[in-house]
Nanobody, 117 residues
């Protein structure tokens, strides 16, 4: 149900904006959900990058604070991740996550972000 876009190959210091659309989700389900971006680098566990609640409260991993910004557009059923000042250690597959209540969550297929030094 989640379609991601915006990944690519960039040099260190550049920016990318990831987008995730919940195209098949009805708006009344999307609005109260908590949205998040996770990432998984080769040989590492998947980790939370950023999240945003229904009340627009945000949370960031320490490694991306001040560089990444998560936002949501409920009318378009989208969540974004603006990534600035990218570093080689940001290289990973980025996944969109939608959590509804305690027991329901959905994942995107992942989009590759590669940052060269």
């Amino acid at each position: 149900q989640l379609v991601e876009s915006g990944g690519g190959v960039v040099q260190a210091g550049q920016s990318l904006k990831l987008s995730c659309t919940a195209s098949r989700m009805i708006t009344s389900t999307f609005v109260p959900s908590t949205l998040a971006w996770y990432r998984q680098a080769p040989g590492k566990q998947r980790e939370l990058v950023a999240s945003i609640t229904r009340d627009y409260s945000t949370n960031y991993a320490d490694s991306v604070k001040g560089r990444f910004t998560i936002s949501r557009d409920n009318a378009r059923k989208r969540v974004y991740l603006q990534m600035n000042d990218l570093k080689p250690e940001d290289t990973a597959v980025y996944y969109c996550n939608v959590r509804i209540g305690a027991n329901n969550e959905y994942w995107g297929q992942g989009t590759q972000v590669t940052v060269s030094s």
